[in-house]
């Protein structure tokens, strides 16, 4: 049964259909990667999803609820998590700390000052550091992390909203191939044990292929091809299109 169902998904800027008739299923646990050249319409399709963009057209349902073009906030109280391509955190405050603001936010304690924040939710803090291989430096002040574990404390940010969907656009941007795969490995991992529905979108083939249950394509705001790696690899289509192979 699906999680998530797009239909027929359309916005345009300025006359230029961005995303031109997308439609597509997801269901819980499932890893779908959406790859296609740049400006082919991935990150748009991904804010008419999370609300960031209202749709010309169309709908978005979440587990049988008509999400079309709620505000980002409303959709994230739904279980629907985002990360971008540059990770986004509290610099000055340590990784433990970051993770706890998270929570406060997701229990909506963030203007109840009656305990100070860095008593809240330490354990449920710690036990996602842990999930995502983060123990050794919760102490540590986010401005000194290595930017792969920069991208490994968004992903547990992203968790601390237990997220039935997630969101991830360009995760693994700007980490170097053998650290893309760990990061990666680690989203499937998580996915399969909270049964949680991943869409996602990378640039590297390898990683793609590698990781992705299901892959979709995208070219000039349109889904061109869909299926598993073995189909999506022998596309002659997105062979021309994308994979850069003669058709």
């Given amino acids: 049964m699906s999680l998530l169902t797009a239909s027929d998904l359309r916005k345009n800027f300025g006359g230029v259909e961005a995303v031109a008739?997308?439609?597509?299923?997801?269901a819980a646990g499932e890893l779908l990667a959406l790859i296609g050249p740049n400006g082919a319409g991935k990150s748009t399709c991904f804010n008419l999803l999370n609300g960031q963009t209202p749709p010309d057209s169309g709908s978005v349902m979440l587990d049988g609820t008509d999400i079309t073009g709620w505000p980002p906030r409303r959709v994230w109280r739904l279980g629907v998590g985002r990360s971008f391509q540059v990770a986004a955190t509290f610099a000055s405050m340590t990784v433990r700390e970051n993770v706890q603001m998270a929570?406060?936010?997701?229990?909506?304690?963030v203007w109840r000052f009656l305990r100070p924040a860095h008593r809240l939710f330490r354990a449920e803090a710690d036990a996602l550091l842990?999930?995502?291989g983060l123990t050794d430096q919760?102490?540590?002040?986010?401005?000194?992390l290595a930017y792969g574990a920069l991208k490994r404390l968004e992903l547990a940010l992203a968790l601390a909203n237990d997220p039935r969907l997630l969101l991830m656009d360009e995760p693994a941007a700007g980490l170097a191939p053998?650290?893309?795969r760990v990061l990666m490995d680690l989203v499937r991992r998580l996915a399969r044990e909270r049964n949680c529905a991943v869409l996602f979108t990378e640039h590297d083939m390898d990683i793609v292929f590698a990781v992705a249950?299901?892959?979709m394509v995208m070219d000039r705001g349109k889904l061109i091809a869909e299926g598993d790696p073995a189909a999506i690899r022998a596309n002659r289509l997105v062979q021309a299109v994308y994979l850069g192979e003669e058709s």
């Fill in 178 to 180: 053998a650290d893309r």
């Fill in 130 to 132: 842990a999930q995502a």
């Fill in 138 to 144: 919760a102490d540590q002040g986010c401005g000194a």
């Fill in 103 to 109: 929570l406060i936010a997701r229990h909506g304690l």
């Fill in 213 to 215: 249950d299901r892959i």
């Fill in 21 to 26: 008739g997308v439609s597509f299923t997801l």
